[in-house]
Protein backbone atom coordinates (compact mmCIF):
# COMPACT_ATOMS: atom_id res chain seq x y z
CA UNK A 1 0.00 0.00 0.00
CA UNK A 2 1.03 3.44 -0.94
CA UNK A 3 -0.05 6.72 1.18
CA UNK A 4 1.17 9.90 0.13
CA UNK A 5 0.24 12.76 3.34
CA UNK A 6 1.35 16.28 3.45
CA UNK A 7 2.52 17.34 6.93
CA UNK A 8 2.01 21.04 7.46
CA UNK A 9 3.74 20.41 10.29
CA UNK A 10 1.43 19.03 12.80
CA UNK A 11 3.36 15.28 12.34
CA UNK A 12 1.07 12.59 9.67
CA UNK A 13 -0.12 10.30 12.68
CA UNK A 14 -3.89 10.89 11.75
CA UNK A 15 -3.48 10.79 8.56
CA UNK A 16 -1.87 8.01 8.62
CA UNK A 17 -4.52 6.37 10.91
CA UNK A 18 -7.39 7.20 8.86
CA UNK A 19 -5.58 5.56 5.73
CA UNK A 20 -4.99 2.15 7.25
CA UNK A 21 -8.41 2.51 9.08
CA UNK A 22 -6.59 2.78 12.65
CA UNK A 23 -9.08 3.47 15.60
CA UNK A 24 -8.16 6.32 18.18
CA UNK A 25 -8.58 5.55 21.81
CA UNK A 26 -7.38 8.47 24.14
CA UNK A 27 -3.82 9.50 23.20
CA UNK A 28 -3.17 6.43 21.68
CA UNK A 29 -3.76 4.81 17.59
CA UNK A 30 -4.55 1.31 17.72
CA UNK A 31 -3.46 -0.65 14.98
CA UNK A 32 -6.69 -2.74 13.19
CA UNK A 33 -5.56 -6.76 13.38
CA UNK A 34 -6.42 -6.35 9.88
CA UNK A 35 -3.46 -4.47 9.04
CA UNK A 36 -1.59 -5.99 12.02
CA UNK A 37 -1.00 -4.53 16.07
CA UNK A 38 0.35 -2.22 18.74
CA UNK A 39 -0.11 1.39 18.72
CA UNK A 40 1.10 5.02 18.06
CA UNK A 41 0.57 7.06 20.77
CA UNK A 42 2.69 10.75 21.10
CA UNK A 43 2.26 13.98 22.74
CA UNK A 44 3.02 17.63 22.02
CA UNK A 45 4.20 20.15 24.20
CA UNK A 46 3.78 23.49 22.35
CA UNK A 47 5.47 24.32 18.85
CA UNK A 48 8.84 23.62 21.12
CA UNK A 49 8.77 19.87 21.62
CA UNK A 50 6.43 17.07 19.94
CA UNK A 51 7.37 12.97 20.18
CA UNK A 52 6.06 10.10 18.60
CA UNK A 53 5.92 6.66 19.90
CA UNK A 54 5.51 3.64 17.02
CA UNK A 55 5.37 -0.17 18.66
CA UNK A 56 3.41 -1.99 16.23
CA UNK A 57 3.96 -4.29 12.99
CA UNK A 58 1.91 -4.53 9.58
CA UNK A 59 1.24 -7.51 7.86
CA UNK A 60 1.48 -5.55 4.64
CA UNK A 61 4.04 -3.35 3.13
CA UNK A 62 3.13 0.41 3.60
CA UNK A 63 4.80 3.03 2.08
CA UNK A 64 4.36 6.68 2.65
CA UNK A 65 5.76 9.67 0.61
CA UNK A 66 6.06 12.30 3.06
CA UNK A 67 5.81 16.10 1.81
CA UNK A 68 6.24 18.39 4.49
CA UNK A 69 5.16 21.55 4.14
CA UNK A 70 6.08 24.10 7.01
CA UNK A 71 4.67 27.47 8.25
CA UNK A 72 7.57 30.07 7.56
CA UNK A 73 10.19 29.95 10.20
CA UNK A 74 9.31 26.52 11.32
CA UNK A 75 12.22 25.19 11.53
CA UNK A 76 12.31 21.47 13.58
CA UNK A 77 14.95 19.70 13.94
CA UNK A 78 14.12 15.86 13.77
CA UNK A 79 15.36 12.95 15.90
CA UNK A 80 14.89 9.27 14.72
CA UNK A 81 15.54 6.83 16.82
CA UNK A 82 14.89 3.75 15.59
CA UNK A 83 14.53 -0.06 16.85
CA UNK A 84 14.98 1.13 20.45
CA UNK A 85 11.77 -1.17 21.85
CA UNK A 86 12.25 -5.35 22.31
CA UNK A 87 10.55 -7.07 19.53
CA UNK A 88 7.78 -9.02 20.90
CA UNK A 89 8.39 -12.78 21.56
CA UNK A 90 5.84 -14.02 19.83
CA UNK A 91 6.79 -17.26 17.55
CA UNK A 92 3.80 -17.33 16.03
CA UNK A 93 4.52 -13.37 14.28
CA UNK A 94 8.07 -14.22 13.43
CA UNK A 95 8.66 -10.51 13.28
CA UNK A 96 12.04 -9.14 11.92
CA UNK A 97 13.45 -6.65 13.98
CA UNK A 98 13.81 -2.77 12.99
CA UNK A 99 16.90 -1.74 12.50
CA UNK A 100 18.36 0.09 15.21
CA UNK A 101 19.94 3.64 14.81
CA UNK A 102 19.49 7.53 15.45
CA UNK A 103 18.84 9.47 12.36
CA UNK A 104 18.97 13.42 12.73
CA UNK A 105 17.62 15.52 10.01
CA UNK A 106 15.51 18.98 9.34
CA UNK A 107 12.11 18.53 9.64
CA UNK A 108 11.96 20.27 6.08
CA UNK A 109 13.31 17.54 4.35
CA UNK A 110 10.62 15.25 2.65
CA UNK A 111 11.09 11.90 2.44
CA UNK A 112 9.40 8.06 1.60
CA UNK A 113 9.08 6.10 4.30
CA UNK A 114 9.27 2.60 3.95
CA UNK A 115 7.18 0.17 6.23
CA UNK A 116 8.19 -3.57 5.44
CA UNK A 117 5.57 -6.10 6.55
CA UNK A 118 5.77 -8.53 9.50
CA UNK A 119 8.43 -6.15 11.05
CA UNK A 120 8.27 -5.23 13.87
CA UNK A 121 8.84 -1.44 14.41
CA UNK A 122 9.50 0.38 18.03
CA UNK A 123 10.83 3.67 17.58
CA UNK A 124 10.61 7.25 19.19
CA UNK A 125 10.70 10.47 16.62
CA UNK A 126 11.36 13.44 18.44
CA UNK A 127 11.12 17.08 17.27
CA UNK A 128 11.77 20.13 18.53
CA UNK A 129 12.29 23.44 17.54
CA UNK A 130 15.88 25.27 16.81
CA UNK A 131 14.82 27.64 20.10
CA UNK A 132 14.47 24.85 22.51
CA UNK A 133 17.34 22.64 21.34
CA UNK A 134 19.59 25.99 21.95
CA UNK A 135 17.92 26.11 25.23
CA UNK A 136 19.36 22.66 25.94
CA UNK A 137 22.66 22.09 24.14
CA UNK A 138 23.38 25.82 22.82
CA UNK A 139 26.10 26.01 25.66
CA UNK A 140 28.16 23.00 23.50
CA UNK A 141 30.94 24.25 21.29
CA UNK A 142 31.74 20.68 19.69
CA UNK A 143 31.38 21.75 15.80
CA UNK A 144 28.99 18.69 15.20
CA UNK A 145 26.52 19.20 18.06
CA UNK A 146 26.59 23.11 16.97
CA UNK A 147 25.80 22.31 13.32
CA UNK A 148 22.47 20.78 14.83
CA UNK A 149 21.71 23.37 16.84
CA UNK A 150 21.89 26.00 14.89
CA UNK A 151 20.77 23.83 11.72
CA UNK A 152 21.66 26.68 9.15
CA UNK A 153 22.25 24.48 6.35
CA UNK A 154 20.75 20.66 5.32
CA UNK A 155 22.09 18.52 7.72
CA UNK A 156 22.00 14.65 8.60
CA UNK A 157 23.50 12.43 11.03
CA UNK A 158 23.58 9.28 11.48
CA UNK A 159 24.53 6.76 14.89
CA UNK A 160 24.25 3.88 16.31
CA UNK A 161 22.02 3.41 19.95
CA UNK A 162 23.36 2.60 22.84
CA UNK A 163 22.60 0.65 25.99
CA UNK A 164 21.53 4.23 27.90
CA UNK A 165 18.81 4.68 25.02
CA UNK A 166 17.27 1.48 24.84
CA UNK A 167 17.06 1.27 28.76
CA UNK A 168 14.98 5.02 28.71
CA UNK A 169 12.80 3.69 25.95
CA UNK A 170 11.77 0.50 27.81
CA UNK A 171 11.09 2.77 30.76
CA UNK A 172 8.79 4.50 28.64
CA UNK A 173 6.47 1.60 27.84
CA UNK A 174 3.32 1.59 29.31
CA UNK A 175 2.13 3.59 31.57
CA UNK A 176 4.55 4.49 34.44
CA UNK A 177 3.17 7.39 36.25
CA UNK A 178 -0.65 8.06 36.67
CA UNK A 179 -2.17 9.73 34.02
CA UNK A 180 -2.26 13.50 35.62
CA UNK A 181 1.94 13.61 35.29
CA UNK A 182 2.04 11.40 32.26
CA UNK A 183 2.75 14.34 30.09
CA UNK A 184 5.26 15.86 32.16
CA UNK A 185 7.03 12.39 32.49
CA UNK A 186 7.20 11.90 28.60
CA UNK A 187 8.67 15.69 28.08
CA UNK A 188 11.57 14.70 30.93
CA UNK A 189 12.17 10.84 28.54
CA UNK A 190 12.17 13.00 25.44
CA UNK A 191 14.81 15.65 27.14
CA UNK A 192 16.35 12.49 28.08
CA UNK A 193 16.86 11.03 24.81
CA UNK A 194 17.84 13.73 23.29
CA UNK A 195 20.85 14.29 25.83
CA UNK A 196 22.04 10.56 25.60
CA UNK A 197 22.19 11.27 21.63
CA UNK A 198 24.48 14.07 22.02
CA UNK A 199 26.19 12.91 24.42
CA UNK A 200 27.18 9.95 21.78
CA UNK A 201 27.87 12.88 18.91
CA UNK A 202 30.10 14.64 21.45
CA UNK A 203 32.88 11.19 20.76
CA UNK A 204 33.14 12.72 16.90
CA UNK A 205 36.20 14.39 15.65
CA UNK A 206 35.56 17.86 16.71
CA UNK A 207 35.67 19.29 13.25
CA UNK A 208 33.65 21.63 11.49
CA UNK A 209 30.41 19.82 9.65
CA UNK A 210 30.58 20.75 5.76
CA UNK A 211 27.63 21.96 3.96
CA UNK A 212 25.07 19.43 2.01
CA UNK A 213 22.92 19.80 -0.64
CA UNK A 214 20.18 17.49 -0.75
CA UNK A 215 22.01 15.70 -3.88
CA UNK A 216 24.76 15.08 -1.43
CA UNK A 217 22.76 13.70 0.98
CA UNK A 218 21.53 10.88 -1.50
CA UNK A 219 24.57 10.34 -3.03
CA UNK A 220 25.94 9.53 0.31
CA UNK A 221 23.16 7.54 1.70
CA UNK A 222 23.53 5.41 -1.86
CA UNK A 223 27.07 4.71 -0.66
CA UNK A 224 25.85 3.46 2.36
CA UNK A 225 23.27 1.18 0.82
CA UNK A 226 26.20 -0.43 -1.83
CA UNK A 227 28.79 -0.90 1.21
CA UNK A 228 25.76 -2.81 3.13
CA UNK A 229 24.89 -4.80 -0.47
CA UNK A 230 28.09 -5.98 -0.83
CA UNK A 231 29.93 -6.96 2.28
CA UNK A 232 31.41 -9.99 0.44
CA UNK A 233 33.69 -7.56 -1.35
CA UNK A 234 36.09 -4.41 -0.49
CA UNK A 235 34.77 -1.28 -1.33
CA UNK A 236 36.02 1.02 -4.64
CA UNK A 237 36.56 4.14 -3.13
CA UNK A 238 37.78 5.62 -6.67
CA UNK A 239 34.30 4.02 -8.38
CA UNK A 240 31.77 5.13 -5.18
CA UNK A 241 33.19 8.78 -5.33
CA UNK A 242 32.62 8.36 -9.23
CA UNK A 243 29.40 7.30 -9.29
CA UNK A 244 28.28 10.15 -6.25
CA UNK A 245 29.71 12.63 -8.51
CA UNK A 246 32.36 13.84 -6.10
CA UNK A 247 36.05 13.99 -5.24
CA UNK A 248 37.36 10.95 -3.19
CA UNK A 249 38.34 13.15 -0.47
CA UNK A 250 35.07 15.25 -0.72
CA UNK A 251 32.93 11.42 -0.02
CA UNK A 252 34.97 10.55 2.53
CA UNK A 253 34.28 13.90 4.66
CA UNK A 254 31.19 13.92 3.93
CA UNK A 255 30.41 9.97 4.65
CA UNK A 256 32.58 10.27 7.95
CA UNK A 257 30.37 13.38 8.99
CA UNK A 258 26.96 11.76 8.45
CA UNK A 259 27.55 8.32 10.14
CA UNK A 260 30.57 8.90 12.22
CA UNK A 261 33.21 6.72 10.05
CA UNK A 262 34.93 6.53 7.10
CA UNK A 263 33.65 4.74 3.84
CA UNK A 264 35.96 1.62 4.70
CA UNK A 265 35.67 1.47 8.46
CA UNK A 266 31.45 1.50 7.64
CA UNK A 267 31.86 -0.99 5.44
CA UNK A 268 33.88 -3.66 7.96
CA UNK A 269 32.12 -2.52 10.61
CA UNK A 270 28.78 -4.10 9.36
CA UNK A 271 30.53 -6.52 7.80
CA UNK A 272 31.51 -8.02 11.26
CA UNK A 273 27.98 -7.33 12.59
CA UNK A 274 26.64 -9.36 9.50
CA UNK A 275 29.16 -12.42 10.74
CA UNK A 276 28.00 -11.99 14.39
CA UNK A 277 24.42 -12.58 12.93
CA UNK A 278 25.07 -15.49 10.26
CA UNK A 279 26.92 -17.07 13.28
CA UNK A 280 24.44 -16.44 16.01
CA UNK A 281 21.16 -16.39 14.02
CA UNK A 282 21.94 -18.75 10.85
CA UNK A 283 24.34 -21.00 12.85
CA UNK A 284 26.96 -21.14 10.07
CA UNK A 285 30.12 -22.46 10.20
CA UNK A 286 33.20 -20.14 11.04
CA UNK A 287 34.51 -21.09 8.08
CA UNK A 288 31.64 -20.35 5.97
CA UNK A 289 30.97 -17.00 7.49
CA UNK A 290 34.17 -16.25 6.93
CA UNK A 291 33.99 -17.31 2.87
CA UNK A 292 30.72 -15.92 2.49
CA UNK A 293 31.89 -12.19 3.50
CA UNK A 294 35.10 -12.48 1.17
CA UNK A 295 37.71 -13.43 3.67
CA UNK A 296 39.95 -16.52 2.02
CA UNK A 297 42.32 -16.18 5.28
CA UNK A 298 40.18 -17.34 8.54
CA UNK A 299 43.43 -16.47 11.15
CA UNK A 300 42.43 -12.84 9.76
CA UNK A 301 39.36 -13.33 9.82
CA UNK A 302 38.98 -14.13 13.51
CA UNK A 303 41.36 -10.99 14.28
CA UNK A 304 39.20 -8.30 12.66
CA UNK A 305 36.04 -10.32 14.24
CA UNK A 306 37.54 -9.53 17.74
CA UNK A 307 38.51 -6.59 16.64
CA UNK A 308 35.10 -5.19 16.42
CA UNK A 309 32.92 -7.77 18.16
CA UNK A 310 35.32 -8.31 21.09
CA UNK A 311 35.15 -11.94 20.87
CA UNK A 312 37.06 -14.39 18.30
CA UNK A 313 34.16 -16.39 16.40
CA UNK A 314 34.70 -19.27 18.12
CA UNK A 315 33.79 -18.53 21.14
CA UNK A 316 31.51 -15.99 20.19
CA UNK A 317 29.28 -18.69 18.90
CA UNK A 318 29.33 -20.18 22.50
CA UNK A 319 27.88 -17.11 24.27
Known amino acids: MKISITDSGLGIVQKFAKAIGAATKGRFVIIPKSKGSGYITGFSWGSELRMMIRNYHLKENISIDRTNQLAKGQEDIVFLLSGIFPTPADPAEQLSPEKSNILICKHRVSSIMDMPSNTSFGSVTIAVSKTYLNELFGHIKHPVVKTIVEA ?19 EMLGQPVPESLEKQYYKLKCEELLTHTISILLQRE ?6 MHIDDVKAIYAVKLHLQSHLGEP ?29 FEYYQSARMNEAARLIKEDHLTIS ?32
Open 152 to 170: KENLVFETNITSKIVQTAA
Open 288 to 319: EVGYQLGFTNLSHFSRVFRQHIGHKPKSYSKL
Open 235 to 263: PNIAQLAKEAHMSQPRLRKLFSQTFGKGP
Open 206 to 211: AVPAAD
